[in-house]
């Protein structure tokens, strides 16, 4: 009597099957496999390639250089590499 009551037996009614909390995965799996064809296909596709000519760069390589020389004599002035600079102006002298 319980079971037609809705008490613990499982069922809901009379004669109906218990409830099925499990997910259905079939579209998931047809999606999947939709999926795994189409980069199956694609993937041979995406070897081919353009042939590209890239233009030839002639370039040196750069000489290095000795690092910059800044002084500052006793009376203040600064100078570099020998040729004095003025304070305000930012210019050589």
Known sequence: MAGL???????????????????????????????LIFFMITAPIMQGGVDVRLPRAEARPLEPKQGLIV?????????IEQAP???GSGRRV
């Not at 002084?71 to 100078?79: A, L, N, Q, V």
């Open 71 to 79: 002084t500052i004599d006793r009376e203040g002035r600064i100078f």
């Open 85 to 87: 600079l003025s304070y």
């Open 5 to 35: 009551l809705g008490g613990g037996g499982g069922l809901r009614g009379h004669g109906e099957l218990p409830l099925n909390a499990d997910i259905n995965v079939t579209s998931l799996v047809d999606v999947a496999f939709v999926l």
